[in-house]
């Protein structure tokens, strides 16, 4: 059952990523709205549904580390993992918006959650500002796509020849809809499957929160990064990431915060390693992106090898393993660097860029 379970929920995570990117990138041509735009917002708030049913969830269940370590870890997993095989697959090319507006954004957001953790606890005053973020961000997106809409109808007029099937808002619509319910089911159905296989295992449930869960609700991501690459929308395979990643932070913990009795505790290990990971992560699509402003293959390679690393990491942590501290060496070894590096590429291209 489990076996015919993962194989359902994989077939429903492609199915479900085909008919999101087809209506989202018709859609976005019927209202004058770039693709970019779609997929920081519709596609990114849809496929980050699993997320915040998780995290709400755990949280209405007192699980509430579960609910922080969901959306930490999905957002790690997001940009190593999603962009990287995306971009193995195919390169992507990187709009400049993302460069100049959406990766500061999501980095702004990181650094908030940052400092909002560091009294160990997110309570609902911290909460609220982050959804009042979101609502403001999601306003601003619509607002500048309006500005942009002759200039986008001409530049993608050939997503949508007249004739198509599709052509009609209310079936785009339609498409969305039907495309992220089978993302939802797919994802659960999958996470439900692999931790059935890592308990029969002898996995423990706490590596398994870490990897499985944030990995498994990070799937509508892969799957729709992936079906847009390779279909050609890569602006919406790159800002589903981007996206997905800001909407993690100010609406799932937003919301989960926000619901949370007597705020959303934060853990001395989350605090300690990870958040400063998530960061690092996210600062360092900046020298990437900036450049050629693409993501080549060796990018991607070297994206899936670092969340490798750090998985490892969680599963030697989670296990109490003697190799613990060779492991956390290795890995403020390799983040640290890295870190200081994009910092130094960032500086030295800026009027590179600008120019």
């Known amino acids: ?133 979101l609502v403001t961000y999601t306003v601003f997106l619509v607002r500048q796509a309006r500005r942009a809409r002759t200039a986008v109808v001409e530049e993608f007029a050939d997503l949508a020849p007249p004739g198509r099937w599709d052509r009609h808002w209310s079936i785009q619509v339609l498409l969305i809809l039907v495309g992220l319910a089978f993302l ?71 919301v989960t915060g926000f619901l949370a009795e007597g705020g959303l505790p934060i853990s001395a290990a989350v605090l300690g390693f990870d958040l400063w990971v998530m960061l690092a992560v996210a600062i360092a699509c900046v020298p990437v992106f900036l450049t050629g402003r693409r993501i080549a293959r060796w990018e991607g390679g070297l994206f899936l090898l670092y969340y490798v690393a750090y998985a490892g990491y969680l599963v030697v942590a989670a296990t109490n393993n003697p190799l613990l501290p060779t492991a956390r060496g290795v890995m403020l070894s390799f983040v640290l660097p890295l870190t200081i590096v994009t910092l130094v590429v960032s500086v030295l291209r800026v009027p590179e860029s600008e120019a």
């Open 1 to 133: 059952m489990d076996l015919l379970l993962f194989v359902l929920g994989l077939l429903a995570l492609v199915l479900g990523a085909e008919l999101l990117v087809r209506g989202s990138s018709r859609l976005a041509l019927s209202f004058g709205i770039s693709p970019l735009v779609v997929g920081l917002t519709v596609v990114a708030l849809g496929t980050s549904a699993p997320e915040l049913a998780v995290s709400v969830g755990s949280t209405l269940r007192g699980s509430s580390q579960l609910a922080v370590g969901n959306v930490v870890g999905s957002n790690i997993f997001n940009v190593l993992f999603v962009l990287g095989i995306s971009a193995l697959i195919v390169p992507l090319t990187v709009n400049a918006q993302i460069i100049r507006q959406e990766v500061p954004i999501m980095i702004g957001a990181s650094i908030l959650l940052l400092v909002q953790a560091l009294d160990g606890v997110l309570d609902r005053a911290e909460a609220g500002l982050l959804l009042l973020l």
């Open 184 to 254: 939802v089911i797919g994802a659960n159905s999958l996470v439900q499957a692999a931790t059935s296989f890592a308990q029969s295992l002898g996995i423990s449930d706490l590596v398994i929160g870490l990897t499985i869960v944030a990995a498994g609700t990070s799937l509508p991501e892969v799957a729709t990064s992936i079906s847009a690459a390779v279909r050609g929308e890569r602006d919406i395979a790159i800002g589903n990431v981007v996206g997905s990643n800001t909407f993690n932070i100010l609406g799932c913990l937003g």
